[in-house]
């Protein structure tokens, strides 16, 4: 199973974009407090466009309570990587992998990043900026990972107009 893990969010906007995300991708949102946030704000319905309600999501008090709740293989999105996301392997279908994306101001505390530099990842980029918007990271990551499980149950067409939508008269 795909899981993303947001540690710490201080933006509403991009937690809502995120569930929106994970809704359209089935993958599970994990939130690690604090959050920058009340989850019911109309900001988090807004962004994730009534899509929310279609997320499974926990709530979690730290970072040990997280780990100690959930076994899997972890990555740590974090502009101080030096692996893109395609050189690992994410093709397993079985595996629980949880993508982790660290808070909008300081990412992931480095003491956590110290202790994983194995699966540390950068999401590749110019030099022109440190690293890409969370919400964006996010979606670049989930759709690394569903690239290499092949899609994995994802429909590859518009669901509510149809399969044939563009060739119907």
């Known amino acids: 199973m795909v899981n993303v893990v947001l540690y710490e969010p201080e933006i509403p906007e991009n937690t809502g974009n995120i569930m929106r995300t994970c809704a359209g991708f089935n993958a599970k949102l994990h939130l690690i407090r604090p959050l920058g946030f009340a989850l019911n ?3 988090i319905k807004r962004s994730g466009v009534n899509y929310i309600d279609k997320v499974d999501y926990t709530l979690y008090d730290d970072y040990d309570d997280f780990c100690s709740k959930n076994p899997g293989k972890y990555y740590f999105f974090t502009r101080y990587g030096k ?8 093709s397993n279908k079985d595996e629980n992998i949880y993508l982790i994306f660290g808070k909008e101001s300081t990412g992931i505390p ?4 110290k ?3 194995d699966n540390c990842t950068r999401i590749p980029c110019s030099d022109n900026i440190r690293c890409f918007n969370v919400a964006n990271s996010v979606a670049m990551a989930l759709y690394e990972v569903v690239r290499q499980q092949d899609y994995n149950n994802l429909l590859k067409y518009e669901p509510f107009k149809g399969e ?5 008269e």
């Not at 692996?83 to 994410?90: G, M, N, R, V």
């Not at 480095?110 to 990043?113: A, G, P, Q, R, S």
């Open 41 to 43: 704000t109309g900001v």
């Open 83 to 90: 692996k893109a996301p395609s050189e690992f392997d994410l």
């Open 110 to 113: 480095k003491e956590i990043l």
């Open 115 to 117: 202790n994983n530099l």
């Open 164 to 168: 044939d939508y563009l060739t119907r």
